[in-house]
């Protein structure tokens, strides 16, 4: 009666969404489980819209939209927009672009993507934003190619939208990425778990959404063609909360034929509860214990603190190395007070410039001419940097091309939106302690 209760009062409270909203969302649900639905979380905070709407709409600002899950990581997306706003001050003060101020519109989505369509829409219909940068999340970037694209046009650079899915999408040539695809990380995530910890036997716990299937169908494909075998492949429904939902099975599913070793692709928040919940089951005991290798998905740093120690201690994580720019980093700490910490935030404030660059090259906003000129402008020419903004206006303005070469590297743009010189390191938590092993 317990599960049939909570299950009821989810669903109850899941009505309160809007009737679209719900809708989208139905069929969804119709897969879970009833121990699922039970443990769903319906407690989606979203924060207003908090910009200056007047400015907005002036017709004298080139606005660019960031979609971000800003009421559910607050600390991560406030560096991002930190990032954003630092290369907007620096361009707007050398004249801006075409005449016209740069002026960023953040966005939350919720902590979700069930809200993300609806609110890109709200900035496009209302707000005279064609521009966006994010969103930070594989599903939220394919959701707005897949539901909103095909009804408007927009132009979107996400910095950390890693799915392979991303790349084959029927965008119009409209989205544009500076991570590199998970196809990267489960090639090196898989050589990594066969050559260098010589596991034969492997099992893969992953979210059940874009970024979770994709990066678990690569990481399986290229540890068999090593000569490795996959056990057990098992699904974590991303719209549960774990505190509400005994992984008892799973785990169980998950050892079985005891792995070698265990690849993970989850966020920090599911996984750290994930880890106490191995301790107090006591799943590795007897002489048992198999590496647990971590995708992206969560920081070394995070699982350390909102883990359990014993369980995820000697584990192994991947991420994208921050270049620590130096040049960056000071110029955000003497304005923000502290350092910048994630290659994200690098990220952001080079695509604020690229697209500066794209704008002032197409000489418009329209996004369909700037998704043509963003390509231009990270490709061949002279090179320019954000040290020499200036210098690159004169060159556009006499008709030279240029190249922007950014603080994290090339980004020089394929055919499908994607930069390819870009690969992932590795850490180890070892005794509370996260050791960076190839930076």
């Not at 009821?8 to 649900?29: K, P, V």
């Not at 709407?53 to 002036?58: G, L, N, R, V, Y």
């Not at 290659?343 to 002032?360: F, G, K, P, S």
């Amino acid at each position: 009666m317990t599960y049939v209760g909570k299950w009821l009062m989810t669903i109850t409270a899941s009505i309160s969404l809007t009737a679209n909203a719900f809708a989208q969302q139905q069929e969804r649900y119709l897969e879970f489980s009833l121990e699922e639905l039970s443990a769903v979380d319906v407690v989606k905070p979203l924060l207003p819209l908090d910009v200056d709407s007047s400015a907005i709409i002036s017709g004298n600002t080139v606005n660019l939209g960031y979609l971000l899950p800003m009421a559910g990581y607050p600390d991560f997306t406030k560096e991002l927009i930190n990032s954003a706003q630092l290369a907007i001050e620096e361009i707007n003060k050398q004249g801006g672009v075409s005449g016209k101020k740069l002026f960023l519109v953040p966005a939350d989505i919720g902590a979700t993507e069930e809200f993300i369509v609806k609110r890109a829409n709200r900035l496009i219909d209302n707000y005279n934003t064609h521009l966006f940068l994010g969103p930070t999340s594989s599903d939220g970037l394919i959701n707005l190619s897949d539901q909103l694209l095909p009804k408007k046009d927009f132009m979107i650079v996400s910095p950390t939208a890693t799915s392979p899915a991303v790349s084959a999408l029927q965008d119009r040539g409209l989205i544009f990425r500076t991570c590199p695809s998970d196809a990267v990380q489960g090639k090196q995530a898989a050589a990594f778990c066969y050559s260098d910890l010589g596991s034969q036997k492997a099992a893969v716990l992953y979210h059940d959404n874009f970024y979770g299937r994709t990066l678990q169908e690569t990481f399986a494909r290229e540890f068999e063609e090593a000569g490795g075998m996959i056990l057990n492949a098992v699904r974590i429904n991303p719209h549960i909360n774990i505190d509400d939902y005994d992984m008892g099975d799973k785990l169980d599913s998950l050892l079985m034929g005891k792995p070698d070793v265990i690849y993970v692709i989850s966020l920090a928040k599911s996984f750290s509860a994930i880890s106490h919940q191995m301790a107090r089951k006591k799943v590795f005991s007897d002489g048992y214990r198999p590496v647990i290798v971590m995708s992206d998905g969560a920081t070394g740093e995070d699982l350390a603190q909102m883990g359990n120690l014993e369980v995820l201690n000697g584990m192994y994580g991947f991420y994208l190395p921050f270049t620590g720019n130096e040049k960056f980093a000071a110029k955000y700490e003497q304005k923000y007070a502290q350092k910048p910490l994630s290659l994200a935030a690098e990220y952001t404030y080079d695509i604020v410039y690229l697209m500066a660059l794209a704008v002032m090259n197409a000489n418009s906003t329209d996004p369909l001419l700037v998704s043509l000129h963003l390509q231009m402008v990270a490709t061949k020419g002279l090179p320019v940097t954000s040290e020499n903004f200036s210098q690159a206006r004169e060159f556009i303005n006499s008709g030279k091309d240029v190249n922007y070469e950014g603080i994290t590297g090339k980004l020089d743009f394929d055919r499908n939106g994607d930069v390819n010189e870009r690969s992932f390191s590795r850490w180890q938590l070892v005794d509370g302690e996260i050791i960076y092993i190839d930076k």
